[in-house]
């Protein structure tokens, strides 16, 4: 019986050890068969999810890794990494499976650090947002077909911009990329606080904004995000981190960096990105980290250039635990949704406002901070905070808003200029439904291997 089950079980639930995992460029294929073999081996800390499909229609695999890894817990932050946007991008898709790998086997070996992280963050790596581009991708360092994916489209280029016009911003859902499609139903469904996308053909840490209209956030030369202090200390946090980065001049063929890092907007600009829009519409601080001088380094430098980034990539998800978080509670001491959670002095383009649990973040450096926050028919509560620096401790300061309801005669308060209203290129997101790519499908193949590995574990006990 035992080995007519072996012989039944698909070839990657062999329980193939995550220690097994080369240092190479594994294809689409190998990848999803090693998320597969990741998640059903360690089902209490991993969840594997797929978001989409490509334009080509191959899945976009999300592996959620945690210690409640199939959905999100009030107060515990979620992070995420994204590889490959750009096909021929390729170092990301290696040093994202490298790191999950060393996440899984350092909380197996009870390491104080990843027991901490892994209690704390709920962590969402996508090792290719652009599979169809890998697959046509040459190895050429420099340019190279494969950028683009399976229409031709650089992703990068394709999200909403808010400095792009009105016309520009509402452009319908379903003229997007498949691909961009997916992310943007990933950004409604998960509460993001931290993000990085990782890239090539550079060494620095970009952030935002990556573009401008020419208003008050160009200012010598860069576009000025409100959050502009934290933007710079999460890309410094990644640059000083490196082995190299932060020297600043690594690359031949590109401009030296102060400190190994760059205003995107001061870089180039770029319509159109996806930092712009995490931060912008998806209450996400997200950076871009171009890791590699050349965009498809040979294989044999494959560990050289995981070491010179492992530390780096550890310490950014931490940054995740920067600032303030915890709920809003109306009257009646019920968690409520889109309440607007401003900071004196960061006037946002979208406010920030709680998701369905009644949780905000938000990522701030250690100092003094007075918070406004406004719900309709309550009075609106303003706070002076005093925030530690987080990180060390795994937590942000946890502070709940409790709000008054006001009598009827008052409600106008509510809606006088001291309250922010989203405007509507704020709801092009905020008002769509999570009916888009569903991002918790169910797998035969999983839900298979699954049950079959509890038949076998108990045969072997």
Partial sequence: MLSLLLFLLPPFFLFTPTWALEFRYHNNHEIEQYLKQVSTSNPDITHLYSIGQSSKGQQLWVLALGVSPHQHTVGIPEFKYVGNMHGNEVLGRVLLLQLIDELVRSYRSNETWSLRLLNSTRIHILPTMNPDGFDVADKDCYNGQGRYNGNGIDLNRDFPDAFAGVQSQQVFEERREAEVQAVIGWLRTESFVLSANLHGGAVVASYPYDNSNGGSELVGGASIAPDNDVFVHLAKEYSNKHASMYQGNLCMDSRPFLEGITNGFQWYRLEGGMQDYNYVWGQC???????????????????????????????????????????????????????????????????????????????????????????????????????????????????????????????????????????????????????????????????IGLSMAAVLQSLID
């Fill in 285 to 447: 601080l997200e950076i871009t980290l171009e890791l590699s001088c050349c965009k498809y380094p040979p294989a044999r430098e494959l560990p050289a250039l995981w070491n010179d980034n492992k530390k780096a990539l550890l310490a950014y998800i931490q940054q995740v635990h920067l600032g303030v978080k915890g709920q809003v509670f109306d009257g009646s001491g019920v968690p409520v949704e889109n309440a607007v959670v401003e900071v004196r002095g960061r006037r946002n383009i979208c406010p920030f406002r709680t998701n369905q649990l009644g949780e905000y973040y938000r990522l701030l450096l250690p100092g003094n901070y007075t918070f406004t926050v406004t719900y309709p028919g309550h009075e609106v509560l303003t706070k002076t905070l005093s925030v530690p620096y987080g990180p060390d401790q795994y937590s942000a300061l946890k502070h709940d808003f409790l709000l008054r309801r006001i009598a009827r005669t008052t409600r106008r308060t509510v809606g006088s200029a001291t309250q922010t209203d989203a405007t509507p290129t704020c709801n092009y997101t905020l008002q769509q439904k999570a009916g888009g790519p569903m991002n918790r499908p169910t797998w035969s193949s999983l839900a």
